[in-house]
């Protein structure tokens, strides 16, 4: 089969089997827990792992990545051994077990506290794609919780890591003697991740700012918000957030709501479990996902009159899948989504569970919509291989890679029993560059496993620590000491909006000769820019690019 004119080749299947029937319940459906007050972090670089319980770096060997095809893997294991050596990890096991030692514990105890293994497997020339080095750098950041089969919770922990394994920051969610869970992560600024988090399986609860260099945490205002999914307002100190079915913008300090709530403008049976909000266009939109009803809406934010809907019975497109079949518009191509939303050039991404719909498994999908012509095309659908009944992630990262997150509702297998799992898809081969698989103490030696426990997540964000700046060129202009300097930028993190950025071109003795403005384009679309430069010493110098939050990146050039 081809999708999207480009060969498919799916990770190994998992056997389907029954659902896990305790998850499926009503408050697993939404349900998110979290855990507690924040510990403080660990400052400084990335956490040492010294390998008391075997972690290792190692080049080749076997891998996990069932449809790579070549040599260059670069494989970590971080064992339970490992994660009790950061501080914040081993203080908090201590204070919740009552130990002095926190490795003390049985490893039977122990893996219900932390994963029994993280296993990270990277492909560097495919996280760089067309952009280079500067494509491996940066973090990953997502929730992981110990979930049990009765809907009670062992541990949940906010995680912030690279692509190889190294452990940036580890922090409980543990507030009094209650886990929480956090769902959508966005970034608030450069320096802090913005989550919402519900005590237990509740779906309201507080929002949070999370230092991702110190892994500390603190509660932003006295607003009870649904937890799915926030996102920071393009200007103010407002946030976007969800009320079960309405969605509206919230003032920080007083909490009170300076937009909304606002209904969307359908009957309200066709709006159900919003799980996604995204605002478009300096807040003139929102993208909002129903679950229930698997339908995509867009509308307008201020009142929430719908301008479209896309998929579910109401659907006003025509659906064309990735085997060329139209469906007519009321076609529920995807079930139960989650984490739907626009990243630029007419596409929508969002993980597809297929809930109900076990046999035909979990996808990752984007969809371009012609807004004009009122039909849709599926132009990336890639298989997870197995039924993930709720939650699950896909993001649009830098290169056009696909980053997504899982995990197995109902079956294991003896060939792949991670309980979770993050990849990173090149989109045009469908090919995996990164893989983290999650372990608890669970194996499997059968043909399939049911899944009575293990650790999950609900989405995970990717972002940078600098501006990515590449494929630039200098070239000799028209007239003596005179250059054409080109390049292509991108902010450190997905915008919904338009960014502000500047330029600065000095020469080799660090005199300024070039400077101005431009907007980072959204959605982490390259924002190419062409300058024309004179007064660089034998055509040398430096070029920096610098963003709203001043953060900045330089890149010595030589025309």
Known sequence: MLLGGQPYEPLEERRWGRRAVALASAAALGGLALYGASSGGVGGGLLALKGKGGSKTQQGGSSQLSNATDDSVVKKTVTAADLLEIE??????????????????????????VPKEMVFETRPERVRGSIGTDAEEGYLTFNMVMQNRDNTFDASWLVVCDVYGNIKTMEPLYMGTEFYRAAGLKMYDDASVLFAAGESTSLNGYVYLLDWKTGSYSRLGDKKVDIHDLQRASEGDYYWALDSKDFGKVAVK?????????????????????????????????????????????????????????????????????????????????????????????????????????????????????????NSTVVFEYSTGTYSMVFGDNDKLPTTNMLGCWWPSSYYTSSDYANAKVVEVVRDSYDVAFELDIYNNVECEEDSCDVDEGWLMYSVERFYTKPLVYSVSCAAGDDDDAYTLDFITMDTHKMASKSPGSYVVEDAKGNTVASGTFDFDAHWNPTSLSLDVSGLDDGAGTLKIENKYSSSRSFDFSC
């Not at 203080?91 to 926190?102: M, N, Q, T």
Request: hydrophobic share 35%; glycine share 10%; with cysteine.
């Open 88 to 113: 914040s990890v081993c203080s908090w096991i201590e204070s919740y077990e009552g130990l002095k030692d926190c490795t003390a514990l049985s490893d039977e105890k122990l893996y219900k506290l």
């Open 254 to 374: 007083s909490g009170a709501w300076a937009v909304g709530p606002n209904e969307i403008g359908v009957k309200q049976d066709e709006v159900d479990d919003l799980n996604h909000i995204q605002l478009l266009e300096d807040d003139k939109y929102a993208i909002l996902s129903s679950r229930s009803t698997n339908t995509i809406y867009k509308v307008k934010a201020d009142t929430g009159d719908e301008v479209w809907a896309l998929g579910g019975d109401i659907g006003d497109f025509t659906i064309t899948g990735v085997d060329g079949t139209t469906y007519d518009a009321g076609h529920s191509y995807w079930r139960g989504q989650h984490n739907a939303e626009y990243i630029g050039n007419d596409e929508y991404a969002m993980f597809d569970n297929n809930f109900d719909y076990e046999n035909e498994g979990s996808k990752l999908l984007v969809v371009k919509v012609d807004e004009d012509a009122w």
